[in-house]
Every structure is written in C-alpha cells, then in structure tokens.
C-alpha cells in the first residue's frame, strides 16, 4: 500500500505560480513513475508531468515550458512548480505513483484556480 497526501492548492493569479508537493508514504520499495494529473471542471483527468524513478520526465504540451516535475526520493517527495499560470490551468491536482508490480495509487488531490 501507498499513501499519497498532496498539499500547496489554492488560490493563484494569472501570470502567477504554483508549487505542489506530494509525500508518499508506505511500501515505496517498488515505485516507478510518480506523475501529478489534473481535471478541470467537467473535464477527464489528465497527466500534467510524470517523473520515473531514474529522472526520465514527461510533460503535457499544455505546460511545457512552464512547469517543472522534480522529486526527491530521500523524502519520498514529488513536487510541481508551475510559472506563469493561466485560468486554463485551473483544476483539481492529483499525485499519482505507479509501481512496478503495475499497480496505481492516486492521493485526494488539491484544488488549484487559477484567476485572470
């Protein structure tokens, strides 16, 4: 079992930034791909930025350029800066870890809006 607890939501100007982090907590021997999704309102979740456990990162078009995954696997901690933020970046923000045994664990997530 993993346990994921986001934090760092809220309110955010346009133009502004974010930073999300995520601690994991639990049988972490075997995660591979931590990543945060996000879903707006009526929308389906999608991936916003993935790290593997050996730094191979991927990025959503919609964020390139303008978000930063980073994680620190001596405190189980995965983290999203986002600069330059926009209304359309709005939504809830979800931590997700997958393992290597194929499972996927998702925390609660936070809310992020994002005003213009």
């Known amino acids: 079992q993993v346990q994921l607890v986001e934090s760092g939501g809220g309110l955010v100007q346009a133009g502004g930034s974010l930073r999300l982090s995520c601690a994991a907590s639990g049988i972490l021997f075997n995660i591979n791909t931590m990543g945060w999704y996000r879903q707006a309102p009526g929308k389906q979740r999608e991936l916003v930025a993935s790290i593997t456990s050996r730094g191979t990162i991927n990025y959503a078009d919609a964020v390139k350029g303008r978000f930063t995954i980073s994680r620190d696997n001596t405190q189980n901690t995965v983290y999203l800066q986002g600069d330059s933020v926009k209304p359309e970046d709005t939504g809830v923000y979800y931590c997700?870890?997958?393992?290597?045994?194929?499972?996927?664990?998702w925390g609660k997530g936070t809310l992020v809006t994002v005003s213009s």
């Open positions: 997700n870890a997958d393992l290597a045994t194929g499972s996927r664990y």
